[in-house]
C-alpha cells in the first residue's frame, strides 16, 4: 500500500524554520480532500540542505559541549588564575595564623617579665619602666597580627568562593551545552528520517488523498488558563466520531509549545506533556509521531485520553498553548482527520504565583456532537477522570494569546489530517 508521507516532510520544513505563525493554513482547506498541495511539500534538495544545517547545528553544538567541558576541567589545575589565588590566599593566612601566635607568646613572655620585676625588690625603676614599655609594643603587635589574621583568613574565604562560583557556572553551562546537543542531535535524526522518507516516497506510487472530517472532534477539559511552576496539571482529550460510520483506525494529535513573556526563549524544556489510555494506562511522553493511538471508534462515540503537563520549578513566566487534532485510517484506505487544530493557550506563572481564581484555557473545540463515550456515558472532567456535568471548554480564542503566535512551531503545524501517514508506518507497514 502506497500512501504519501506528509508529516515527515512538515516535521522537516518546521525543523528548518523553528517559528511558524499559527494563521498558516491548515492541512485541510474547506470543502476540498487533498492533504496538503504538493507546492507545500519540501523539495528532496531542501530537504538535502536541512539535514546539513541540522548537521553544522549538531557538530556546532559537540564542539560547544567540549569547550565547555574543558573550561571546567581547567579551573582544576594550578595555573588558573582562580586556582593560584586561592593557594597564595590560604598560604597567606597560615603565614597570618603563624605571626598571631608569635605575637601572642611575645604578649605572654612579656608579662611575666614586668610581673618578676614587680616582684623582685632589687630591679630598679628603669627596669620595671622597660618591662613595661615591652609589654606594650608586644600588646601593639599582637592586635596588629591579629587584624591581618582575620584579613587574611577573610581574603582566603573570598577567593575560595570565587572558584566554587565559577565551578558552579562551569557546571551550569556544562548541563546547557549537554541539553543543547541532545536538542541538536534530536533534530538531526528528524531531519535525516525525513529526508530518507522523501527519497523512498519518490519512487512509490502516489496513495489515497484524505479529506476533511469536521465531525472527527477533539475537545480539551480541565486545562486551567494559568499554571504553576512547579506544579502538575492533569486534563483529558475528547476524540469523538460524530459520523455514521466507524472509523477502523483513529491517531489523536496533541502538540504543546510556551515561549517567554517576550516570545523569543522557548520553554518547551521546563515542560513535559504526557499522556495515558485505559487500554493503555502506563504515563508516556507526548509524541505526535508515536501515539497516543486509541484504535477503532464507533459512530456516534467518543473516547477519552488523559493528559497531565508538568511544570518545571524553575520555569520563567511565559505563555503556552496546546494543540489538539485527530486522524482516521480505514482498512479501505480512507482516510482524513480534523480540519483544523483546536489550540487551548495558558499562561505560565513562576513557583510561588497565586494565580487566583482559574477558569479553563478557552479554545476552538468544534463540534462535540455530545455522542456516548465508548464503554459508558462518563464525561470528562478537569482532574483526568470522568464525572461531573460534562460542561466543555468555552469557544473563541483565547486573550492571552501572544502577539507571537507562541503555539506556533514544529508541534502544532504538522497539521490535522497529516499525522495518520507516518504514524501508520511507524506502527509497520503491513499494518
Known sequence: MKIRRVLAT????????????????????????????????????????????????????????????????????ETHPLRAAVAEAKKAAEAAATAKAEADQAVVDAQAKVDAVMADPEATDDER?????????????????????TAADAKAVEVRTTLDDARVAAARQIHLAQEAKKKAQKELDAAKKALADAEEEAGE??????????????????????????????????????????????????????????????????????????????WEDVDPMSGPIVGSLKAKSSVDVKLRLKIDAEVPAGQGA???????????????????????????????????????????????????????????????????????????????????ALASGAALVLGAGAVVVARRRKAGAGA
Open 10 to 77: 512538515a516535521v522537516a520544513a518546521a525543523l528548518t524554520t523553528p517559528v511558524v505563525l499559527l494563521s498558516a493554513a491548515p492541512a485541510f482547506a474547506d470543502q476540498k480532500p487533498a492533504v496538503q498541495s504538493e507546492q507545500q511539500q519540501p523539495t528532496i534538495e531542501e530537504l538535502k540542505a536541512a539535514v546539513a544545517a541540522a548537521q553544522k547545528a549538531y557538530d556546532e553544538a559537540v564542539i560547544a559541549l567540549d569547550e565547555r567541558m574543558k573550561a571546567f576541567e581547567a579551573l582544576d589545575e
Open 129 to 149: 619602666v622597660e618591662a613595661a614599655r615591652v609589654l606594650g609594643v608586644a600588646q601593639e603587635a599582637a592586635k596588629t597580627a591579629a587584624e591581618a589574621k
Open 205 to 282: 506510487e502516489p496513495g489515497p488523498e484524505c479529506v476533511a472530517e469536521p465531525k472527527l472532534t477533539t475537545v480539551v477539559t480541565g486545562l486551567p488558563e494559568k499554571v504553576v511552576g512547579g506544579t502538575t496539571v492533569a486534563f483529558t482529550l475528547r476524540v469523538t466520531n460524530g459520523t455514521g460510520k466507524a472509523m477502523d483506525e483513529v491517531y489523536p494529535f496533541v502538540g504543546l509549545r510556551a515561549f517567554d513573556e517576550k516570545g523569543v526563549k522557548e520553554l518547551d524544556s521546563h515542560l513535559d506533556l504526557e499522556w495515558s489510555t485505559a487500554a493503555n494506562p502506563e
Open 322 to 404: 496546546v494543540g489538539v487534532a485527530a486522524d482516521y485510517y480505514n482498512n479501505d484506505e480512507s482516510c482524513g482527520g480534523s480540519p483544523d487544530i483546536n489550540e487551548y493557550v495558558f499562561q505560565i506563572l513562576t513557583k510561588g504565583s497565586n494565580p487566583g481564581n482559574v477558569d479553563d484555557a478557552e479554545g476552538e473545540p468544534g463540534e462535540p456532537n455530545d455522542p456516548t463515550p465508548q464503554g459508558g456515558t462518563s464525561t470528562p472532567s478537569a482532574n483526568g477522570t470522568t464525572g461531573g456535568d460534562g460542561s466543555l471548554a468555552a469557544t473563541g480564542s483565547s486573550d492571552v494569546m501572544p502577539q507571537f
